[in-house]
């Protein structure tokens, strides 16, 4: 079974360039997260979707970032423009939210994003 | 969701047991506690989780305090694989909800 797939793996942009990262879920995953890790910390949640809606985006800087999940499936995450302080890895995970599962997520490798 | 107290580091020899602790005092009596690790250049991945009794699976133990104020994940037998870092998460759902603290790195000698 694949897992959670990511891309790019690492992306260097200049500052206050545009950039994106794209996530493709566990098939029949129903929630998928996205979040921010850096240096020496443990993963931030920034969004996270149960299907198509964004059900918890308190921490998003909606300023600058945006997330969308078309069809349910996968996602894609947008810095406009990137600051200096974006360098970080980006995460991607999904779980299968059942009313009686246990909602394990499931991590992709995550996009090592670097703003010279 | 309940605070955190976990060691920054610890270390271990290949082939041992290791017991990596735990204190969550503020743990609410629904409160699910989970392990996840996240091994070098990786994403986090699951590796246990309980509620009030012990659990065994494949990877490791989770063994909880009767009082639930702490619980400690056990590795019966560390392989070199098993150098990561470990995060100990209580939360009030099932999962999908996580928020990580710093956790245990984790440094297996060979």
């Known amino acids: 079974e694949a897992g959670v797939v990511q891309s790019p793996r690492y992306k260097i942009i200049e500052k206050k360039q545009p950039v994106a990262f794209w996530c493709n879920p566990i098939?029949?995953?129903?929630?998928l997260y996205w979040y921010l890790q850096n240096l020496g910390q443990g993963p931030e949640l920034l969004i996270r979707y149960e299907n198509e809606e964004a059900v918890d985006d308190s921490q998003l800087p909606k300023d600058r970032f945006s997330a969308e999940r078309l069809k349910g499936v996968d996602s894609t995450l947008k810095i406009q423009p990137a600051e200096l302080g974006d360098s970080a890895v980006y995460l991607c995970?999904?779980?299968?939210?059942?009313?009686?599962?246990?909602?394990?997520?499931?991590f992709g490798p995550g996009t090592r994003l670097t703003v010279l | 969701d309940a605070k955190t107290t976990q060691p920054n580091s610890m270390e271990s020899n290949e082939e041992e047991p290791v017991h990596l602790p735990c204190n969550h005092s503020?743990?609410?009596?629904?409160?699910?506690i989970h392990w996840y690790r996240q091994l070098p250049s990786q994403g986090p991945e699951y590796v246990i989780h309980?509620?009030?009794s012990n659990v065994n699976n494949r990877m490791a133990s989770l063994a909880i305090a009767e009082d639930r104020k702490s619980s400690t994940l056990i590795l019966h037998r560390a392989t070199l694989r098993d150098a990561a870092v470990y995060y100990c998460i209580p939360t009030r759902n099932a999962g999908n909800m996580l928020t990580f603290g710093g956790g245990t790195r984790l440094m297996v000698k060979p």
């Open positions: 995970a999904s779980s299968y939210a059942g009313s009686r599962s246990y909602n394990e997520q499931f």
């Open positions: 503020t743990i609410s009596g629904t409160d699910y």
């Open positions: 098939s029949g995953h129903n929630t």
């Open positions: 309980g509620l009030t």
